[in-house]
């Protein structure tokens, strides 16, 4: 959804589907650097001897790092609304961490345009955003996305 649409053709696709991503890996490498940013070095991400012993049977990805992936599985099909000098991460109304994402798993993400709205001039916006796991029934995360669109 990369062309450019008016306010009112953003209006007129509440409710549908933006699009699905392409599968994208996360592999142990990825997990490290995220838990030297963040500074979250707990077993279960980074130590893979010790993880094999637990539930998950070896390391799993950061639900944060899982998370912060929505915006780069979204982009190819966010919309882009004419005029918009920036749009910016507003916040999230919800967000559950359904299932965990094992080391190497391939997630991609579905959104829905579940509502957007006139706010001061600018455009609030809603996306129902799923985050699947390749080959598993349960999805890694369900969270609703807010951006704001400013003119």
């Given at each position: 959804?990369?062309?450019?649409?008016?306010?009112?053709?953003?209006?007129?696709?509440?409710?549908?589907?933006?699009?699905?991503?392409?599968?994208?890996?996360?592999?142990?490498?990825?997990?490290?650097?995220?838990?030297?940013?963040?500074?979250?070095?707990?077993?279960?991400?980074?130590?893979?001897?010790?993880?094999?012993?637990?539930?998950?049977?070896?390391?799993?990805?950061?639900?944060?790092?899982?998370?912060?992936?929505?915006?780069?599985?979204?982009?190819?099909?966010?919309?882009?609304?004419?005029?918009?000098?920036?749009?910016?991460?507003?916040?999230?109304?919800?967000?559950?961490?359904?299932?965990?994402?094992?080391?190497?798993?391939?997630?991609?993400?579905?959104?829905?345009?579940?509502?957007?709205?006139?706010r001061s001039g600018q455009?609030?916006?809603?996306?129902?955003?799923?985050?699947?796991?390749?080959?598993?029934?349960?999805?890694?995360?369900?969270?609703?996305?807010?951006?704001?669109?400013?003119?």
């Amino acid at each position: 959804m990369s062309d450019t649409m008016t306010r009112g053709e953003l209006f007129e696709l509440v409710g549908q589907d933006l699009g699905v991503s392409d599968w994208f890996q996360i592999d142990q490498d990825r997990i490290n650097q995220f838990a030297d940013v963040t500074e979250d070095h707990q077993f279960i991400h980074v130590d893979p001897i010790r993880a094999a012993d637990s539930p998950f049977n070896g390391t799993i990805v950061h639900g944060m790092l899982t998370l912060s992936m929505i915006v780069h599985l979204c982009d190819n099909f966010v919309p882009s609304v004419e005029g918009v000098r920036m749009v910016i991460n507003y916040g999230f109304d919800r967000v559950r961490f359904a299932a965990p994402v094992k080391v190497d798993g391939r997630i991609r993400t579905a959104a829905k345009l579940i509502e957007a709205k006139e706010r001061s001039g600018q455009i609030l916006v809603k996306v129902k955003v799923t985050i699947e796991i390749e080959n598993e029934s349960k999805p890694a995360l369900v969270a609703e996305w807010l951006t704001m669109h400013l003119f």
